[in-house]
C-alpha cells in the first residue's frame, strides 16, 4: 500500500511544527547537553505519542512504532523515569485481531508555577467585582 499523496487536516502542518521542533531542540541540547529529569520525560513523552500517531500511517509503520514503543520504555526503565501511559507494545493490525486504536493524548500531571499547565485564575460565579472599582471590594 502506498501513502497517500493528501493528508488529512491539519496533519501535515502539525508533523512540519513537530519537525521544526525537533530540530530546535536538537540544536539547543547540541550546544548546551544539559537535560532535566523533567525536560527527558517530555521529550521520552513527546516521542511516544508522535509513535502512537505515526502507527496509523500503514501497517508497516505500526509494526516499526511498536518497536519504538518497546525502546522507549526501556529508556523510561533505565533513566528512572515514571512508566508512560501507553503501552510498549501496543495492539495493531494482524496482533490479536485487534485495530491500533486511536489513542487519547497523555494526561501531563499539572506543575507548579506559571507554566503549560496553567489555567488562570478562577472566581466562583457567585462571586463578583464592582463594575468601575478596579481593585475595588469584591462582593
Given amino acids: 500500500m502506498k501513502l497517500p499523496i493528501t493528508a488529512a487536516p491539519g496533519v501535515a502542518e502539525r508533523a512540519e511544527v513537530l519537525a521544526d521542533a525537533a530540530c530546535d531542540l536538537h540544536d539547543v541540547t547540541s ?3 544539559r537535560w532535566s529529569a523533567d525536560a527527558v520525560e517530555d521529550a521520552v513523552e513527546a ?3 508522535t509513535a502512537l500517531a505515526l502507527a496509523s ?3 508497516d509503520a505500526a509494526a516499526a512504532m511498536r518497536a ?6 526501556e529508556l523510561r526503565e533505565r533513566l528512572g523515569l515514571p512508566p508512560g501511559e501507553h503501552a510498549a507494545d501496543p ?3 494482524g496482533h490479536g485481531g485487534r485495530p491500533l486504536a486511536s489513542p487519547a493524548p497523555p494526561r ?3 506543575r507548579r508555577g506559571l507554566g503549560p499547565g496553567y489555567r488562570g ?3 466562583p460565579p457567585s462571586r463578583t467585582v464592582t463594575p468601575g472599582a478596579v481593585g475595588g471590594p469584591v462582593t
Avoid at 519504538?68 to 520504555?73: E, F, I, K, P, T
Fill in 31 to 33: 550546544t548546551a547537553p
Fill in 108 to 110: 501531563r500531571p499539572e
Fill in 68 to 73: 519504538v514503543g518497546r525502546q522507549l520504555a
Fill in 47 to 49: 516521542m511516544e505519542t
Fill in 121 to 123: 485564575i478562577r472566581i
Fill in 57 to 59: 500511517a500503514h501497517s
Fill in 91 to 93: 495492539p495493531g493490525p
